[in-house]
Structure formats: structure tokens, C-alpha cells
């Protein structure tokens, strides 16, 4: 397909232009038997879905991101490690993914062709394959420029749980690196704070990454990504839900100097920070060593450490803090970085 | 939850006003025991799957129609029919849905808590459950005040396998009833034609319908519904994709007298007017009789009619006029109507 030129209003209308932007962009990059049946719907034989586990799992998330590209990614690798890292931390394998553009009329076809690649190269490093989609087109102003929706369907292997309300006292806080790059690097790349930190964002997909640290510990009591409000919210989630609460040491907290000097210089706080390949892990104690000697045989888990324990509590987050002293870190009560993901 | 006042950029923030937003407003009116878990993502034994059928449907689409409440439905009942309707013209029972959506900051709470009823109301007609989703803000300007995206999972029963290519000459074309109803009702309520046609959407769940049709005829050869680009784009898709010519009666054609009118004064052909309730079928001819009566006893198919016939060819759809001409009824070249679903 000739990519000069622009989407307009016809390639969202049902009609020739839309089935050919269909038919000979998306299909052709996103290449894969299921979608080359051309129905409205992919159709998947049971049999690969009771190979895999005993549940399906099932996520979506949409994507709004700006700016649409950012170092180290684009909005089309967020939405599908996104979704793929959803149905990872839930103890699913994740298989199949559906894709929903919604497309301001006069993006550059050239910019969507990039975005549309760098879904299919983040799909087939995750393993996964878009198998159904739809594309919309709103008139100029009616969108800002591209919001992706991706759902996932993958398969939990039975026995696998992990749960928000799953913590016990006793249990130890794993993550698997470095906190709050990708809420940096978008800030960074909005450009008007004219900062020069050379921070990428940690976009990847995790779920090679669970299927080690499930392999080595079937039990794993809490497991999510930390994206939206970052690890402070995560952790929140599951004080909450499980009763407990966490104590974080604050000299364990991965956090690289350039991103820990952004959120000084701008009054943020790292926890909060949004992460797109960073997991928060809640495991038994005795089972730590092992999960985190897998995690760092993964490169997604290269720089895995213990940050804290659970604690007998009533559900809250407390971080102790180099110099002795103790903070609650509450869920985030407003808006910190809108558009993040 | 108290709904006086707008969406915030802080309801979508990931943290403690997102969290209400989610857990009291959305999760309240959706309530399922599979949502209740409170994950991120719904856990379905695969033994619920395998019990209706032998193929995972999976499908999506994006709804961005303006205005988002119109006459019979609001973009809420779309989004959930939509995707029902995607899943059961493919042979599927529909089981799950989830649900993403994109709120432009200002939007009423009223607005969205009564859309978010109608999805409930409209889940619960299909008999599908609404089990996980995703809740993204947008500052003012970045979106036209919400859009929905919805992806279905469903199970197909063994055998079923209707597909746009499977058309054979002598099959006989089948729809469930009048044409156009939903693209002249969304024209109506924009409200600057001034017109005074009494129209509502035709906007419905189709799977009771296609599981009555499936149950007298297995074989169904195409069976598709007639949303954007409307009766005539699904025909031609059909007609390429199996190398058959589409021969329609224009005196068989249901189109209600005021969609008619309006498609007159407004220079429009009701056949590629979008529909939200109404499914087109290509049928064997000695089945066709039983399809038909199958259809009536379903008030979703009481309307249903024969509007012409598979011919040997090589992909055309073919319109024969009352007065006896004949003229070729292509894809739409462009845009008809753009956002009216």
C-alpha cells in the first residue's frame, strides 16, 4: 500500500477504502492464518486452549498515550506488552490478542505503518498473535491522533492463583528492576520541560518472565504490573484487599539517579510512576530465593530485588526511610500524569 | 456513588478516584461474580467453553457514534449489541465481553452512569456478562466525550461454520427485516437536517435469532449483520469472496417509507444506510423455507423476508429495479456517514 498521504474520514466508513486499509496494511503486518480468514471474528479450536491450563483469562486495555512515540517505544508496543503483561501476572500464558484503532481523520499513514510494525514485532516477541480487530476514523478534533484498545485471551495452567487478596503476614515484596522509567521517559518526551535525562521506557512483555517464576513457585500469593499509579497503587491494591500491611525499605527501591533527580526537580514522587514492564510480586518467604534467582536468569528480571515484607496490619503502605523515620504511602487520591499509558 | 457533577482527568488516573469510579459506579452497575474478584482480568473455567461448542469466538469493535443518545438506544446498547451481533453471525453463542472505555474529561456522571445502564440492560437481553474492562480519561479536546470499545468471547458449536466465502449459486439471500433504520435515526438526532421522521435505531441482540436459524439449518453458507456500509457492502464482501453474482429484487427490498423519503431528499441509498439489529443470510434454497419460518416465531425476525438469489458470476452485486432495469451495486467507494457507530 502506497504510504504517502494521510487517513481520512473514507478509510473508517465501511466501505473500499476502509476494507482495502484493512485488508492490505493491517492484514499484511499483522500476518497470521487466523486473520487471513477475513471474518469479523477469529475463530480458535478449544483443543489449543485446553492444551495450555484449565482457565481462560480474559483483559483489555485501551491505550491514549502522548506523544505517540517516545523513546524506547511507541503507543502500538504499549498496547500489546500491555495487554500481554495483563494476562501474565494473572498466571496466564496469553495467546490471542483482538486490536481497536481509533483514528483522527489526517494522521499520517506513514506514522500508523510504523505504529502498526512495531505491534507486530512487540507480538511476536511476547509470542502472541492479533487475530480480530476494527478500525475507526473520527473527523479532525474528534480524537488526538491515535487511541489503540487491545483485549487478550490467554490460558492459566491449573493451580495458578495469584490473587490482590492473597498476602500474608511474613511474605516478601519482589520487583524485577528499575521503578518509574517509562512515566519519566513520556514526560521527557513531551518536550516542554526541556530536560535532557536519557531515559527509555521500560516497555516489554513479561511473560516469559512469570512462566520462570511460576516454575519455580506455583504459589505465587499477589502478582501485577505496576503501570497506571505505579508501585504505590499496586501495593495499596493488595494491603487492601489482603489485610496486611507492607513495609518497604526506601534504600532497596530501584530507582535510577537521573529519574530519582527528574521527580526531585519536579516535585513527583517515584512511587507513583507509571512502569510498563515492571511487575510487583508477593511470595512466600521461603520460596524468595528461588523466584528471585529464576527472575534474574530472565533478562526482563535481570535486575529483580527484594524491596519489603508483609506485616500483620490493617491494609496499609509504609515506607521506611534511610534516615529511620516512617511515611503512609496512600493510594494516589487525584491525577498525577494524565495520558502516562 | 453520587452523581452530580463531570469526569475529571483524576478519574483516570489509576489512583483512589479511579478506583471509585471503577468499583462503585461501573462495577455496582455491571455486577458479576466474575467481576467482583476485582483482578484485572476475568478467570473463566474452560469447562464453560467446552460445554456450547468446539471453537473460541473472539472478536471487537470500537464505537465512536455522535451524538452518544439517540432515538431507541445510546452508544452504550451499541457497544453491547454490536459485539454480541459480531460473535453470533459467527456461528457463536456469546458468552463474555469486556469493556474499555475513553471519557473526555467534562463528560456529566449522569451521562455515563445512565449509558452505563443501558450496557447492563442490554448485557443482560444477550444474556452475555460484562467481566472485565479498562477506564481511560482524556483532557478536554483530546476525545468527543466518550468512546466505547467492547471485545466478545463466545463458543461455536461444532459444525457451524458460516464464512463470507462459502456462497453458492441458487442460495438464496436472506434479511431479518427493515433496512436503514439505524443510520437515519443517528442522522435524525444530529439534529441539523430539521427533519421530522419518526425513526428509532433498530439496535438489538441477534443471538437469539441466529442460534433459531442455526437450529433448522446448520449449513447457514454466509451470515453476516449489516452495520457500517450496510446491506450492500456485506453482499459484495460475500460476492468477492466466493466468486458468486448477487442478483436483488428492489421490490423485495424492506425499507420503511420514511427512510425512503429521508434517503431521497438527502441524495442517500438506503442499501449502505447502517444497521445495528439486522443480519444478512445466504441459505441454501431448499432450506430457506424452514430458515424463514425460524425466523418469524423470534421477534428479532419477525420482519424477515427474501430479497434474492446467488447466481453464477464473478462477484457482483446486481440490483434489478422495479421497472425491469439492472444496475451494479459496488462497495461504496468513500464515506457515506462517518461516526454512526
Not at 489482603?242 to 513527583?268: H, Q
Request: with cysteine.
Amino acid at each position: 500500500m502506497n504510504l504517502t498521504g494521510s487517513i481520512t474520514l473514507a478509510h473508517g466508513s465501511g466501505g473500499r477504502a476502509m476494507h482495502q486499509l484493512v485488508d492490505d496494511l493491517i492484514r499484511q503486518t499483522f500476518t497470521n492464518p487466523l486473520l487471513a480468514e477475513g471474518e469479523d471474528q477469529a475463530r480458535i479450536p478449544l483443543t489449543e486452549l485446553t492444551a495450555n491450563g484449565d482457565r481462560l483469562a480474559f483483559t483489555t486495555d485501551s491505550y491514549v498515550v502522548t506523544p505517540l512515540e517516545f523513546p524506547g517505544g511507541n503507543i502500538g508496543t504499549l498496547a500489546i506488552n500491555g495487554t500481554v503483561n495483563d494476562l501474565a501476572v494473572g498466571g496466564a500464558k496469553p495467546l490471542y490478542l483482538s486490536c481497536g484503532f481509533i483514528i483522527e481523520e489526517g494522521l499520517a499513514l506513514e506514522t500508523f505503518a510504523r505504529i502498526l510494525q512495531a505491534m507486530k514485532l512487540a507480538a511476536d516477541e511476547a509470542g502472541v498473535q492479533i487475530v480480530t480487530g476494527d478500525t475507526k476514523v473520527v473527523q479532525r478534533g474528534g480524537a488526538d491522533k491515535l487511541f489503540i484498545n487491545t483485549a487478550g485471551v490467554g490460558v492459566i495452567p491449573a493451580g495458578f492463583s495469584p490473587s490482590a487478596g492473597s498476602a500474608q503476614a511474613g511474605d516478601v515484596i519482589i520487583v524485577n528492576g528499575w521503578l518509574g522509567d517509562h512515566g519519566v521517559a513520556i514526560l521527557n518526551a513531551r518536550g516542554d520541560l526541556a530536560l535532557d535525562a536519557d531515559i527509555e521506557t521500560d516497555c516489554a512483555p513479561l511473560n516469559r518472565l512469570t512462566e520462570a517464576m511460576f516454575a519455580v513457585c506455583p504459589d505465587i500469593h499477589c502478582l501485577r504490573d505496576a503501570t497506571r499509579g505505579g508501585l504505590a497503587t499496586v501495593l495499596n491494591e493488595f494491603a487492601e484487599r489482603s489485610g496486611v500491611d507492607f513495609v518497604l525499605k526506601e534504600e532497596y527501591l530501584p530507582i535510577r539517579t537521573p529519574v530519582r533527580g527528574m521527580c526531585e526537580i519536579l516535585g513527583l514522587d517515584p512511587l507513583y510512576l507509571a512502569n510498563e514492564g515492571k511487575l510487583v510480586a508477593v511470595v512466600p518467604a521461603d520460596a524468595a530465593p528461588a523466584v528471585l534467582d529464576a527472575m534474574k536468569h530472565i533478562p526482563e528480571g535481570r535486575d529483580a530485588c527484594i524491596i519489603g515484607e508483609a506485616v500483620e496490619g490493617d491494609g496499609h503502605v509504609i515506607l521506611q526511610t534511610a534516615f529511620g523515620g516512617e511515611r503512609i504511602v496512600d493510594m494516589l487520591p487525584g491525577e498525577q500524569l494524565p495520558r502516562i499509558c
